[in-house]
């Protein structure tokens, strides 16, 4: 648009030349006001797909806003368990923001709480994150300055408590059509055993590897394993006797044998994952 305008004022007299002259600063002017006022977003929130294992709670919502926007966004909430010789059925949800939010907390069935009529708080204290608090006492409201990974609990009950991740923005993100890159698609498990393979890519949907023998994935030397956001897999990933791998990204290790299994390897990296309920 701007090369067409500057063609038009090059090929007109000078008096017509200052008119456009001007007509281009403001249509530049107004460009950047609108580009300006645009609100950017503070925050990705993405959306896995349920399971028979990975169930939406029924005991808290969760949502987040940029300070300031009137309009809350809805950050999906899963159950999880917790305490291994007491099982109990506790609550998770997660977000990436890159700056200030505002959460909103909601205890939309408080009979799930079994503890007695303690503050509500949110742990680790020692952040010192303040928080205001509904006059029914089940809705909490606070500010999020940086990431952040919280135990939000109410009446003092630290076995149905809301565990929040509030992770970093991602920064490092494939698409599945990298060069020497895996596709996983759960139809085509035995590609994960090709030769020379340096990117494992599980990308948004359910995994599940049936035809791999107890449902493990080996990941070989050298590889990268990215479960995209809102990717689930059920499955073990094994690395062992392999150097040089990791795995990250935003994805789901559903109910998987032992999680992640690591054996006589090194250099090995996980994080940004969720394991959730290793069996």
Known sequence: LLSLIFYHIMNT???????????????????????????????????????????????????????????????????????????????????????????????????AMQADSLPPLIRPTERGIGFTLSESGTVMQFRLDRPEYLSVEFGGDRHHNLHLFANPMLKETYTGHEPRCINWTGKSAQDVFVNGARLIYCGPGLHRPKDLPGEDIKIPSNCTVYLAPGSVVQARLVVDHAKNVRIIGRGILDHPLRGVEVTHSKNVLIDGITILNPR
């Open 13 to 111: 007299n000078f008096s017509a030349r200052l008119c456009s002259l001007a007509t281009l600063l403001l249509c530049a002017c107004s460009l950047l006001a609108a580009s300006a006022g645009q609100e950017q977003p503070a925050f990705a929130i993405y959306q896995p797909a349920p399971t028979k294992t990975l169930l939406e709670s029924e005991v808290y919502t969760v949502f987040v806003r940029t300070p300031g926007s009137a309009a809350w966004q809805q950050v999906p909430v899963w159950n999880c368990e917790v305490d291994m010789h007491h099982r109990s059925t506790a609550a998770f949800a997660e977000f990436d923001m890159d700056s200030p939010v505002e959460v909103q907390v909601r205890l939309v069935k408080p009979s």
